[in-house]
């Protein structure tokens, strides 16, 4: 047998390196600590506290949602005025420390949904009418063995039933009625256990959708955010065309600002586990804000909270550096949702997110292009709404289209160094002609002058050579 020192050795090291990078917590970024303080008990309960209608508990609870408002918008990075390209020489990755927009604050906490109640029940079915559970129930009875009776659900549902914890919709009904008596109680927390018994005893029915809801509502007034997250998505999934879509999506957009701000306040690395704040996910906390916003979206999307979740996502985005994905979401807000009063903002924002995603003069022009577009149509369409930004814009406008002219400058430059002039006779007229306004046209003219009596191609120094097998040119 072979020896077992090497393989116990091994897995000691990896139990070490696992508790150790879960005790090994980063450092709380710079900006984190401007906008917000690393104490979490003035989080607990937010969401309960803003649906009741409730006020902060004191003079630091207001200071907390100041400092949360602070930064949940990109504002809160502020550079000098002007906005950034980088150009050849820039460093990637680095940024000033100030923005030259303030502007685009997220959208409005926008209230979580109804306070706590419960539904109005369903009409009973009609007079020898038949339960879809039922003629389900009778027509399974009927059939004989399957191949599809060994797959996993099926074998998990039939050892259920076997055990006597199948499908009863008498004791699915008695379970409801119990959490219903204690969600008036507001013993959240007792109500969720009986809702998810309620659902699991009468699956595929109108009452497993009711309660689904109520357990998921039990969970969020009981502070247990990522439960009723998740149960929210499992009612969506369910039920896509549920009754209680406008609450729950509220929800889950009340869930997504929240880890939201709850990361920026406090930011972990994805793989490190909460073990100790029950309203946090236990990995990934601005994964789950994400997907919470994402949801709202892709249940609801003619819905008042769309937009919304759209300008929270890319103002997300935006803040924590992944240009690309704020800019896509600004676009979609601008494209798909042309009538929001975050209309604006996604244009201010989408030129800025633009500018950072372009990476220099070595990499790919198109958001440039694409920056320059934003910006025109920024100026046309809110010339007289824009005020103090009016002048930045158009400043970005302008810095756009400056290194959209140095692209071509350059390569003209390249073109003259190695002597081919009339490729960059082309590209110095296209700055000329395309570019009139910039430094470098002006350049491009002083250097047309120069090489105006210079042939199109180099001296060929191999005609010897090529002459020999007829490729010379005439």
Not at 67 to 94: C, D, F, H, K, W
Not at 294 to 303: L, S
Request: neutral net charge.
């Amino acid at each position: 047998m072979p020896s077992e020192g090497p393989r116990l050795f091994f897995t000691l090291f990896c139990v070490l390196g696992i508790f150790g990078g879960c005790s090994v917590i980063p450092p709380v970024p710079e900006q984190a600590q401007n906008v917000a303080k690393t104490d979490g008990d003035k989080y607990d309960g937010w969401l309960f506290k803003r649906l009741m209608g409730g006020k902060d508990d004191s003079a630091a609870a207001q200071e907390s949602a100041a400092a949360i408002a602070a930064a949940s918008s990109p504002a809160a990075q502020t550079e000098p005025v002007g906005p950034l390209i980088p150009g050849p020489s820039s460093s990637r990755g680095t940024f000033p420390s100030r923005s030259a927009l303030e502007l685009a604050p997220a959208p409005p906490d926008a209230p979580a949904g109804p306070p706590p109640s419960i539904p109005a029940a369903l009409p009973p079915p009609p007079d020898g009418g038949v339960s879809i559970n039922n003629a389900k129930a009778k027509a399974e009875e009927k059939k004989g063995f399957e191949l599809s009776d060994l797959a996993p659900e099926n074998i998990f549902k039939n050892v259920k039933q076997a055990a006597g914890y199948g499908p009863d919709e008498k004791i699915a009904r008695a379970a409801l009625k119990e959490g219903e008596a204690l969600f008036r109680e507001k013993k959240y927390k007792e109500a969720a256990g009986k809702f998810a018994t309620a659902a699991a005893r009468w699956p595929d029915s109108p009452l497993e959708e009711d309660t689904l809801f109520l357990k998921g509502e039990s969970e969020f007034f009981s502070d247990q955010y990522p439960e009723a997250h998740d149960t929210f998505g499992g009612l969506l999934k369910k039920y896509s065309n549920t009754r209680h879509l406008d609450t729950v999506v509220a929800r889950e957009f009340a869930l997504g600002r929240y880890w939201e701000q709850l990361f920026d306040a406090k930011p972990t690395w994805p793989i490190v586990p909460n073990v100790t704040d029950g309203s946090r996910p236990r990995f990934d906390t601005f994964g789950y804000a994400v997907q919470a916003h994402e949801r709202v979206r892709q249940h609801d999307p003619t819905g008042p909270l769309a937009d919304d979740s759209l300008l929270a996502l890319g103002n997300a985005y935006f803040r924590h550096g992944q240009f690309e994905n704020a800019a896509y979401h600004y676009d979609l807000l601008r494209k798909e949702y042309p009538n929001s009063e975050h209309q604006m903002n996604a244009h201010l924002l989408g030129v800025q997110a633009k500018m950072r995603v372009y990476q220099g003069t070595s990499y790919d022009g198109a958001p440039l292009k694409e920056g320059e577009k934003i910006a025109g149509q920024t100026l046309t369409q809110f010339g007289g709404k824009l005020g103090k930004e009016r002048e930045r814009v158009a400043q970005a406008h302008a810095q756009i289209v400056e290194e959209q002219a140095n692209r071509d400058f350059i390569i003209a430059r390249y073109y003259e160094q190695r002597k081919c002039y009339g490729a960059a006779r082309l590209y110095y007229q296209s700055v000329v002609k395309e570019f009139p306004r910039t430094r470098k046209a002006e350049e491009a003219k002083t250097r047309l002058v120069a090489i105006r009596s210079e042939p199109d191609e180099p001296p060929n120094r191999f005609a010897w050579l090529t002459g020999l097998f007829g490729s010379e040119k005439k």
